[in-house]
């Protein structure tokens, strides 16, 4: 035995194991059963709950992310995990899932954030009959832990916030705007770290009055979202075209990218990961895609520095029409093999979510098992999700 080589050690029989052969053992498990395994003895809580083994398991997780869907049911959001298919093949696949946790909510709280480093928040909170208690809630469903964030100190019953993870410090911070929406503005920004002994918010300066109106999503420290320049009602002659902002998660700063992408402002983004760059995909008039539509119309930001975007069409195959046909559906991303995911916006009975492959220009259906049986629920799917055991 080399001198210094550390051992995790069993006493009543004298049997030792390496702490690197123990540590690979272990982040081969799932996170649900590491967490029965921190019950087993108190040498074993200490050790899986170590920094150098949370970050192994997570750089492993990393390399084989999940599927993860949530839905509000009864006061309660439900998270729910499945393997991420890589390239499905044929018609039809299946999948099962994984249930994680069932926690009650705060009033008020109505959509959750796609997720960053494992983590997701509320993100969109309202008060119908005061300020005084305008909260958000952060979930980890690999661990099943979640906290209610500090109250937010604000003038609006209304707020928004994104989740977004700072690379260099390994950070993820929540970014919170509170709402004027008679004048269609956010009018206060705050910043919170979440890790800290004493977590609180920090009011961070704006130069831009702006409407956040899409949802987030954080590529390479920099969290981006659009919104909305066009203050007051009715709308101006001459609207002004969305604007992207950039939050430097990590500075703390906003930039703003002004540049049209499209003559006609009224649609209905989503923003993706496309293959590490900005993407912004546009929808149907009514917001969603159905067995209706015919083609994806996709922006890139492919030069940050010369604000050099680039459109993509996707003319759609005609079997979309008959495996879609009246569902709405979201879509949800894109995966680094190129392969746009889709969800249906309503959970029903025999849920299952589509793969388009651009290059290949074929769909593959993907059945989801082990959710319900319930119906009727808006439920939001996320890709690429990882299971990160770190504690709040």
């Known amino acids: 035995m080399r001198k210094g080589h550390k051992h995790v050690s069993k006493k009543d029989n004298d049997h030792t194991l390496p702490f690197d052969l123990f540590f690979e053992i272990f982040s081969r498990l799932s996170a649900k059963t590491i967490a029965r395994c921190r019950c087993v003895s108190k040498l074993w809580s200490s050790i899986l ?214 003559n006609n402002v009224n649609w209905y983004p989503t923003l993706i990961n496309y293959h590490g760059k900005l993407g912004v995909l546009r929808h149907d008039h009514n917001g969603y895609f159905s067995g209706t539509t015919r083609s994806l119309d996709l922006w890139v930001l492919d030069d940050v520095e010369k604000l050099k975007w680039l459109k993509k069409i996707y003319v759609l195959p005609p079997l979309w029409k008959n495996l879609v046909a009246n569902t709405r559906l979201n879509i949800v991303g894109m995966t680094g093999d190129g392969e746009f995911v889709f969800s249906p916006a309503v959970l029903r009975d025999h849920f299952y979510i589509l793969y388009y492959n651009v290059e290949k220009n074929t769909i593959v259906r993907v059945i989801i098992q082990g959710i319900g049986p319930v119906s009727g629920q808006d439920i939001y799917t996320f890709i690429d999700h990882v299971e990160d055991l770190k504690r709040m």
């Not at 390239?87 to 109505?110: E, F, I, K, Q, V």
């Not at 952060?138 to 832990?145: A, E, K, R």
């Not at 929540?174 to 709402?179: D, Q, R, T």
């Open 49 to 262: 709950r170590r920094q150098d083994f949370t970050e192994l398991f997570l750089k492993i997780s990393s390399a084989r992310p999940q599927l993860l869907f949530s839905f509000k049911l009864n006061g309660k959001w439900l998270f729910f995990s499945s393997p991420q298919p890589q390239n499905p093949d044929g018609n039809m696949s299946l999948l099962a899932t994984n249930h994680h946790m069932c926690l009650r909510t705060r009033t008020g709280s109505r959509l959750v954030n796609a997720p960053a480093r494992g983590l997701l928040c509320t993100q969109y909170i309202w008060l119908k009959d005061g300020f005084k208690d305008l909260k958000a809630m952060v979930y980890n469903p690999s661990t099943g832990q979640s906290i209610t964030l500090p109250k937010v100190i604000t003038r609006r019953a209304e707020a928004r916030t994104y989740l977004g993870y700072d690379p260099i410090n390994k950070q993820v911070k929540v970014l919170c705007m509170s709402l004027c929406t008679m004048l269609k503005k956010a009018d206060e920004h705050q910043v919170l770290t979440l890790g800290t002994k004493n977590p609180s918010w920090r009011k961070i300066e704006c130069s831009l009055p702006h409407f956040p109106i899409s949802g987030g999503i954080c590529i390479d420290g920099i969290l981006y979202y659009l919104a909305d320049q066009n203050k007051g009602t009715p709308k101006p002659r001459f609207p002004k075209p969305y604007t992207v902002v950039c939050f430097d998660v990590m500075s703390e700063k906003f930039t703003f990218i002004h540049q049209a992408l499209d």
